[in-house]
């Protein structure tokens, strides 16, 4: 089984320098790419089926032919890496900056040539303060072997890179709030249309990438389109990093065929819940998917699959519960975090996100009424997609709603029995 | 036009038009919050949900914000689709979450646009069980409150301040539930259009807290459609009056002028109407050593009339800042021969020529609303963010007009707002702004110039000279002055609407000069020039269109022959000429009749002063900058006082001016009848002055009805009228008669929509609060249905070629030992009436004496030290005094100032500035400038 995102990554250790990149095969892709014309990167891009690894898996060439192209195309053009990430339970983007910097530089040099991008911003989330410093590092080491900077390679192509540590808000994650933080402004969302394509960084077309998602960029140009389709067990093409945490025997990380069952990674790769633990559901892509149940985990985690469990792939990073976690505190927790995250833009989400809050801390804390289940329930209606003005509180929303389904008995004893079954007293 | 479907009926759009803009000027309820027809859509709120469907078979649909959505052809739209009601019901449950339960003694409530949405939302009970949040309010100074507990965060109030009024101090702040707009901490709003926060904020976060010191219902407040006094551009207001005062000023849509905005000078000045200093009863003195007092006021007519008999030479001083009707009844009583304008001849030479310029053509006057469609615009010598801040609110519009074109390229419909704003980037159009120092609208210039008046108006001459060889050209010009004015010629001449602005702030007539020949220049190339100048007084062109003398020449006409009565019209001469000058001129006549609504230093030495109406007592035409005839109404009748009390239930003394021309012609020459009302006198004025003939038309007469109905100046929800003055008596006062208009002061009259120049109050059913304002208009942002109001009085020729002004003035010299005097402009201080307004006085900038740090050292002084003015002779100055008169001079020079230093480093050498028409400055207060001084250590 073939792991091309991870293959130098040697977990505790440092990343592999300039040096040790190259000899692995490093910068190969870009000097394959810069003998390419942009378009031809971007054929083979679409070819391999690469979906978007933020979470919305939308195709990333797709997203990156609506950059407009030529010479009368507005300059200069951005690329961006979105490094902010902040989804509750998700590391995945993490491993990849600390263990392999230089694979993530060269994906963006390759992204970026293919878009004929002039400057490219790596915006990274502040508490990944490890992966700044190594990023830093390989950034210039990248800037004093040519590989940035004018003229790359002695191509005609030429890239400037930044790192920017964002102020660290879960809201960034969401590609024109990240942009609007990027140029100073306040965190929220913008209007879509335009799309950043068009409008983006300081109103000039821009291509906003996960960091997973640009990885895969250098694998793709340098063995093609097939190889890379060979290694998924499904339609969409390549690899995934595949996370698990919660109470499991050995929680982590790991890169797998995209497709892979849930089961396959809970007890294969997690080794199954810890002794005296009972699988009770899981969130299989972070803090804003459905949950999903036992009778779903045969289905593959990849994008298409999950929707059969009225769920998402998201980030493909599980949180377990548990039947000794109170599901009701866990999505207190949850809601806590989105109201808190709430950039204040639009009413449902600012609003419904912290009554929602409120709700679940009475319930925990005895308080709850009868009635406070229709709200809740009415609230994952309202808060849907297109109500509100970006997809954080449909995020919010979707715990919510598979949570009263699933655990609904559990809201009704704490409201009958006036306390958190789950509390000691 | 198109065609889109709304609950399947066919309705006629504007094709990309946002649909929420669509639905209201439909005339559909459709409730909203952070969309503002002069702000645009940014979907904030989700307040305005609809429900869109693919097609005719769809019937599931999905839910779209109507203000981001656009009207495209055969679209079909659902309002009353059960789940977007729903939906909208929910937003204001959302927005009650957290919203204080304090209505009832909420300063907003009874014209609070959330109360309004959250009925027509039908959000009726209440479910949310938790603690409200609780923020800390700020102090943001005199004018305007803060109560953040009430906000819903529609953000509309930082739109407003920072993106469309260039406002830097109010943000937004912290996320989540807990936004927070306020200040980096307690102070001063600093921006000069902060009250329109009180009219952006749907509800009751920003408040007028002018109106909280003396606060009344909204709905008991007697309005009426009146017009700015505090500057010349003459935007259109609503003041409010209860128990006799007062009590705050609301904007009055006029989409040719003001449109939704006011400045803070015109929104806060109102008032001096209550002020101290009125003149509230007839004051007389028999001879001059005795004090001023009080007479009833048929004493004072009597004894006016007995002065009159037997041919008694009468001389008139009008006044700039008096109606038309006023300064014509004047005219009448004293005849056009014995009538003078009240200021100074330097004044009226720099009017007349913008008369003159104006009227003859080729290049016209913009509206307001048209300046903020020019695309490239020089201000030469006018600080128009100081003299007539809502010019410079629209010049930070005009500056959107060529960065726009990026939005249009990239497909992005211009209602979009923050998605325009994000293409734009910090492009602005071309703005040019050459001053005496530097301006508040500084900021948005792609290019500024700092110079004395000559200076100014030979970079003006310059550009002309660039544009059309023909224009003379300017000897001696620096190459960077001469690259600069290249620049801007080519700006303006690639521009599709350029635009001039100029004025008498600076008090230089070659400035005026030189701003013609650039917009003539550019009229001579094809081009569509335009040019605006700013005029410092509420109707200091109508004035002049009524004609008369300065006050220099009037002195000549007393010094030929005495007058036996000098009538001085709501005028306060020490404001408009040199002291020693006006010392003179009183001193010519045996008596001096004032007639003004406040008392000032020269209604101290007036022998009788008359109470006259302020602009809230009384109705008649003024003449604004753009020689739009605009008619203001009486909002309510003075009553008598005794002690300092409002006596309730007698009407008082205080009347228009033109009713006491009136009676002391009765008196005086026993023309009875002559006028019994307003109309009357504007009819004699038009048939007399054919170039104002159209004030005829600037509003409906006194016998216009609707429906057999006046129209009523009280809401139908007014209060107490029947006992409001029941402790002074309890007998009904018998409502008060109007007979100079179509309005009646009463709750009783026609209810529909009166004519556009008639709306005494912005009120529809369901919509109490000022965005009622939609229902007055046939398109929501557009021109009020019916026309926007007023007549412009002034329509050059265009095509016609004008002859371009020759006079070229030397560059400025510095001076050993003295120093060019410059009048530097202050929105806070500068002008006679709002200052008496204790909110703005308190604003108002101190008197101080500006020099750039390096004059200041040579002279070893520093910031805060104490500086001596000593003035040079008048004759030496630029002023241009007709009569020569050796004791002039030497009174002015003689007189010293001391004044608090002020570093302002752009001054140039050799000059030094002085705060304009500031009061507490002494004999400087009329002192034309620029002039030449000495300056000294103290």
């Known amino acids: 089984m073939e792991t091309p995102l991870t293959h130098n990554i040697s977990p505790g250790k440092e990343p592999p320098d300039l040096a040790q990149y190259e000899k692995a095969g490093g910068y190969a892709a870009l000097r394959k790419a810069l003998s390419m014309s942009p378009a031809e990167v971007q054929a083979a891009v679409k070819e391999s089926n690469l979906r978007g690894r933020g979470g919305a898996g939308f195709p990333t060439a797709q997203k990156w032919s609506f950059v407009p192209m030529g010479d009368d195309a507005p300059r200069p053009k951005y690329l961006v890496c979105n490094a902010d990430e902040m989804e509750p339970g998700t590391f995945k983007d993490r491993m990849l900056l600390e263990g392999d910097p230089h694979q993530l530089i060269e994906g963006i040099i390759v992204s970026a040539y293919a878009i004929q991008a002039d400057v490219a911003y790596v915006f990274l989330r502040w508490a990944y303060k490890l992966a700044a410093r190594r990023m830093e590092e390989s950034i210039a080491e990248a800037y004093r072997h040519g590989y940035l900077g004018k003229n790359i390679l002695g191509s005609a192509y030429s890239l400037g890179m930044h790192l920017h540590v964002s102020a660290g808000r879960y809201m960034c994650g969401e590609e024109t709030a990240l942009l609007n933080a990027l140029e100073g402004k306040r965190a929220n969302p913008r209007t879509k249309p335009p799309y950043p394509q068009v409008s983006g960084l300081w109103g000039k077309p821009t291509i906003v990438n996960n960091v997973e998602t640009l990885c895969n960029i250098p694998h793709i140009v340098k063995r093609g389109a097939e190889w890379f389709k060979s290694l998924s067990r499904s339609d969409d093409g390549g690899t995934k990093l595949y996370g698990v945490s919660g109470r499991v025997k050995n929680p982590g990380l790991w890169e797998l065929p995209m497709g892979t069952s849930m089961r396959e990674i809970l007890e294969e790769h997690a080794g199954g819940m810890c002794d005296g633990y009972q699988f009770r559901g899981l969130l299989p892509g972070g803090a804003s998917t459905d949950f999903v149940t036992a009778e779903h985990l045969d289905l593959a985690m990849d994008f298409d699959s999950m929707k059969k469990a009225d769920s998402r792939l998201g980030t493909g990073t599980m949180i377990v519960l548990d039947d000794k976690t109170c599901p009701v505190g866990m999505l207190l927790n949850l809601e806590h975090f989105f109201a808190q995250e709430s950039c204040g833009w639009c009413t449902p989400c600012w609003s419904g996100l912290s009554w929602i809050e409120q709700i679940l801390q009475d319930m925990e804390e005895g308080r709850g009424r009868a009635s406070d289940l229709e709200v809740l329930e009415s609230h994952t209606r309202l808060l849907g997609p297109g109500h509100t003005f970006c997809a954080l509180a449909p995020g919010a929303a979707e715990p919510l709603q598979s949570g009263l389904k699933y655990f609904r008995d559990d809201f009704e004893r704490h409201i009958h029995e006036k306390r958190c079954p789950w509390s000691p007293t | 036009m198109t065609t889109i479907h709304i609950d399947n009926r066919p309705y006629p759009a504007k094709d990309g038009e946002n649909l929420l803009q669509e639905c209201l000027s ?303 009844a004047l005219r009448t009583l004293v005849g056009r021969d014995q009538f003078y304008l009240g200021i100074s001849e330097r004044d009226l030479r720099l009017l007349a020529s913008i008369l003159d310029i104006l009227r003859k053509g080729p290049a016209r006057t913009p509206s307001l609303h048209e300046v903020e469609l020019a695309d490239a615009v020089l201000v030469l010598g006018e600080d128009v963010a100081n003299t007539a801040p809502r010019l410079g609110l629209a010049l930070r519009q005009s500056v959107r007009r060529q960065p726009e074109k990026i939005a249009k390229k990239m497909g992005i419909p211009l209602w979009n707002d923050h998605a325009v704003r994000e293409a734009m980037q910090e492009e602005h159009g071309p703005l040019f702004i050459a001053t005496l120092a530097n301006t508040r609208i500084d900021d948005i210039a792609t290019r500024t110039f700092r110079g004395p008046p000559a200076e100014l108006a030979r970079l003006g001459l310059a550009i002309a000279h660039a544009l059309d060889p023909i224009a003379p050209q300017v000897p001696g010009l620096s190459d960077t002055a001469q690259a600069l004015a290249g620049a801007i010629a080519e700006k303006l001449k690639a521009a599709e609407r350029p635009l001039v602005i100029s004025g008498i702030g600076c008090g230089d007539k070659a400035v005026v000069e030189a701003a013609a020949n650039v917009t003539w220049a550019l009229c001579n190339m094809g081009r569509p020039a335009e040019f605006c100048y700013v005029v410092p007084e509420c109707n200091s062109l109508g004035a002049m269109m009524l004609g008369g003398g300065s006050l220099e020449t009037a002195l000549e006409a007393m010094n030929d022959a005495a007058a036996d009565i000098l009538v001085i019209l709501e005028n306060d001469l020490y404001r408009r000429a040199d002291a020693a000058l006006v010392d003179r001129l009183l001193a010519a006549a045996r008596h001096i009749v004032m007639i003004d609504h406040i008392e000032h230093t020269t209604s101290a030495k007036a022998d009788m002063v008359l109470p006259a109406a302020a602009f809230a007592e009384a109705d008649g035409t003024l003449v604004n900058n753009e020689g739009r005839a605009q008619r203001f109404f009486q909002v309510f009748v003075p009553r008598g006082e005794i002690e300092g009390d409002i006596r309730g239930d007698t009407p008082g003394d205080i009347q228009e001016s033109w009713r006491w021309m009136r009676d002391i012609m009765v008196v005086g020459r026993g023309d009875e009848g002559q006028w019994s009302s307003l109309d009357d006198v504007t009819a004699a004025c038009a048939a007399v002055i054919p170039s104002l003939e159209p004030i005829l038309r600037a509003a409906p007469s006194a016998a216009f009805r609707m429906d057999g109905q006046k129209i009523p100046r009280e809401s139908h929800r007014y209060s107490g009228r029947t006992v409001m003055h029941a402790n002074v008596s309890i007998h009904e006062p018998e409502q008060p008669q109007d007979p100079d208009t179509a309005l009646a002061f009463s709750m009783e009259g026609y209810s529909g929509h009166p004519p556009p120049s008639l709306i005494p109050r912005f009120w529809a059913p369901g919509w109490n609060s000022i965005q009622a304002l939609n229902k007055f208009q046939d398109e929501v942002g557009g021109p009020l249905s019916g026309g926007d109001p007023g007549e412009r009085l002034i329509e050059p020729t265009p095509g016609k070629k004008a002859a371009y002004f020759e006079n070229i003035p030397a560059g400025f010299e510095p001076r050993v030992g003295e120093w060019l005097l410059l009048p530097l402009h202050h929105i806070f201080g500068s002008e006679e009436l709002s200052i008496l307004a204790p909110g703005v006085a308190e604003l108002s900038v101190q008197p101080y004496l500006a020099l750039n740090p390096e004059d200041a050292s040579n002279l070893g002084l520093t910031d805060g030290d104490e500086v001596q003015l000593r003035l040079r002779a008048q004759a030496d100055a630029q002023v241009d005094v007709k009569a020569d008169d050796s004791a002039n001079t030497t009174a002015t020079t003689a007189e010293v100032f001391r004044l608090p230093l002020r570093f302002k480093p752009e001054l140039l050498h050799g000059t030094a500035g002085l705060p304009a028409g500031l009061t507490g400055m002494g004999n400087l207060a009329g002192v034309a400038l620029p002039a030449w001084g000495e300056l000294k250590k103290v």
């Open chain 2, 26 to 328: 439909l005339g559909f309820n459709l409730p909203y919050f952070c969309w503002h027809p002069a702000l645009g859509s940014v979907g904030a709120c989700r307040q305005c949900a609809i429900k869109q469907f693919k097609n005719e078979e769809d019937k599931h649909g999905k839910i779209v914000m109507a203000c981001m959505t656009a009207a495209k052809d055969g679209i079909r739209i659902s309002i009353d689709d059960p789940e977007a009601q729903d939906f909208r019901a929910s937003v204001a449950e959302w927005l009650m979450v957290n919203h204080p339960h304090d209505c009832p003694v909420c300063d907003e409530g009874g014209e609070c646009h959330l109360q309004d949405m959250t009925v027509m939302n039908g959000h009726v009970y209440r479910r949310y069980h938790g603690r409200k949040r609780t923020f800390h309010n700020q102090d943001l100074g005199p004018l305007v409150n803060h109560e953040m507990n009430r906000c819903i965060q529609c953000y509309r109030c930082t739109r407003f301040y920072r993106e469309y009024a260039g406002g830097r101090d109010l943000d937004a702040l912290v996320l989540r539930n807990q936004v927070y707009f306020g200040r980096h901490q307690d102070g001063v709003l600093e921006n000069e259009f902060s009250g329109n926060l009180v009219e952006v904020c749907p509800t009751g976060v920003f408040t007028d807290k002018t109106l909280k010191r003396h606060y009344t219902r909204k709905w008991d407040l007697q309005t009426a459609p009146s017009v700015c006094v505090h500057c010349g551009l003459g935007c259109n207001t609503i003041p409010g009056e209860r128990y006799g005062t007062l009590r705050r000023i609301r904007n009055r849509f006029n989409g040719a002028v003001n449109g939704y905005f006011l400045c803070d000078r015109g929104r806060y000045g109102y008032e001096f109407v209550n002020s101290g200093r009125r003149v509230r009863q007839p004051l007389l003195r028999k001879n001059r050593t005795q004090l001023l007092q009080p007479v009833s006021k048929r004493a004072a007519l009597q004894h006016l009339g007995e002065l009159l008999s037997g041919g008694a030479r009468v001389i008139g001083i009008g006044s700039p800042r008096a109606s038309i009707e006023a300064n014509f």
